[in-house]
């Protein structure tokens, strides 16, 4: 059974503060991701990574950063949380040009 | 510049009926497409797929049509269920030039599909 996790469900970090997001896939797949999910605004790619260490932006990547050191886990990094940084991220994987396995998500709540 | 667009953002069915749900697209260059079903609080899960070689796709109570001169794609859900009530997106991937899209999607904004007992 394919597996996405995301280190936490909800999260509540204060304005200014460096946020890490980290995901694990067991599948071996080279290809990861990060989105947000807005309301209205459905899912929006922040940064993919297509092999260790390899990264490229997505739609959104402006204050954020990624890290994929080992193929299984991708990180997403929020250098300085700001308000408008409170959403639902969701971490997927993939294999080529297959489907995407997605997390359960990460809400996360800037204060 | 939204790329793959759901114009309904919600839509009210009775169970036992059909549900269509619709996407379009303005870029020529994606290829495959895809719809997901998304529950409150948990990640979204893969549906069904089509490639832009066909126009139909099916997998028991779901059909995807591909309409690519409208630029255009359905989900049809037959019968409906209760349980089918969830957010659906619709996705495309398009293949890069010299290259590959390393599965890159490009999502819409969502339908939720609300159905009645």
Do not use: A, R, V, W
């Given at each position: 059974d394919v597996k996405v996790t995301q280190s936490s469900r909800y999260l509540v970090k204060r304005t200014g503060e460096k946020v890490f997001l980290e995901c694990v896939q067991d599948?071996?797949?080279e290809n990861m991701f990060w989105y947000r999910q807005d309301p209205g605004l459905g899912l929006r790619l922040i940064y993919f990574s297509y092999d260790v260490k390899m990264k490229e932006k997505g739609d959104i990547p402006e204050g954020y950063s990624v890290s994929r050191e080992k193929k299984e886990r991708f990180s997403l990094i929020l250098e300085s949380a700001s308000t408008n940084q409170t959403s639902m991220y969701l971490c997927a994987s993939s294999l080529g040009r297959s489907e995407q396995y997605f997390g359960p998500g990460t809400r996360l709540t800037v204060t | 510049d939204q790329q793959v667009k759901q114009n309904s953002p919600s839509l009210s069915v009775q169970e036992g009926r059909i549900s269509i749900l619709n996407c379009d697209y303005?870029?020529?260059?994606?290829d495959y497409f895809l719809w997901y079903k998304k529950y409150p609080a948990e990640g979204p899960t893969f549906l069904i797929s089509i490639s832009s070689i066909k126009d139909k796709n099916e997998d028991g109570r779901f059909t995807v049509f591909l309409n690519k001169s409208a630029k255009h794609l359905s989900l049809h859900i037959v019968?409906?269920?209760?349980?089918?009530s969830a957010v659906y997106f619709c996705a495309a991937s398009a293949h890069r030039a010299g290259g590959t899209s390393y599965g890159k999607l490009t999502f819409g904004q969502g339908t939720i599909l609300t159905v009645h007992p």
């Open positions: 599948m071996d797949h | 303005t870029n020529s260059m994606f019968p409906s269920q209760p349980g089918d």
